[in-house]
């Protein structure tokens, strides 16, 4: 019997069964809006986004939506511990499905989002970091996809139009609470409005993987180390 082989993948995981995923849900949620009142002039998403804009007053929250991500980075609170740990331990476990238990990595960033109705993330990376996470504290059934692009989309428009192409341009994931979603932060990203009046909390975070190539003199120091 033959095979499909998914070659040259860029695997993406998700988990939505973390132990006591809604109690870290429910808290993050509380204390995401507690964000949006400590930091008045917080960054905006949706069309303000890519701008940079900052909120002048709690109505730009209304129309743009919220994000901590310029005023705070939540690896450096003691007050978000309890997410980072969360979020480090799903980290490890997609370094285990994609074979790389050994590989160390550190957290370099992570923040809050709030949606409102309309609000949506325009298409985007994660420079400087190798793998990225989202977790959604809040969402509604039904609405807000995030969109994932295939890295090659150019080359594949270019040469096979929708009509033949047998490889999928775009993937998409429907987010509901106490969902964690890992993927490589190279690939492109966007997420489609959410069309709800109840708000849609994200917790984003992205990780360095630590490298050092062992030289022979380490390797023989090693040994040594390990004889005596």
């Known amino acids: 019997m033959g095979q499909v082989i998914q070659m040259f993948s860029h695997p993406v995981i998700t988990l939505d069964d973390y132990p006591h995923v809604d109690a870290i849900a429910d808290q993050f949620y509380q204390k995401s809006l507690g964000l949006m009142t400590e930091y008045p002039d917080a960054g905006l998403i949706s069309d303000a986004w890519h701008s940079g804009k900052r909120a002048g007053n709690t109505d730009d929250f209304i129309k743009h939506g919220f994000t901590s991500y310029y005023s705070e980075n939540l690896v450096k609170r003691t007050d978000f511990a309890f997410m980072n740990k969360a979020a480090m331990e799903v980290f490890a476990q997609y370094l285990r499905v994609v074979g790389k238990a050994d590989s160390g990595m550190r957290l370099e960033s992570a923040w809050a989002s709030v949606y409102g109705r309309g609000h949506f993330i325009p298409q985007h990376t994660h420079p400087l970091s190798h793998l990225s996470l989202v977790f959604y504290a809040a969402a509604t059934e039904g609405t807000g996809r995030i969109i994932f692009e295939n890295p090659a989309i150019a080359h594949f428009q270019h040469f096979y139009p929708p009509e ?36 849609r909390v994200i917790y984003s975070a992205n990780v360095q993987l630590e490298f050092s190539k062992l030289t022979d003199a380490d390797k023989q120091r090693m040994k040594f180390a390990t004889q005596t």
């Open 164 to 199: 033949i192409c047998w490889m999928p341009y775009r993937f998409s994931v429907q987010p509901q609470k106490g969902l964690f979603i890992v993927f490589p932060s190279y690939l492109m990203h966007s997420t489609e409005p959410h069309e709800s009046d109840n708000y």
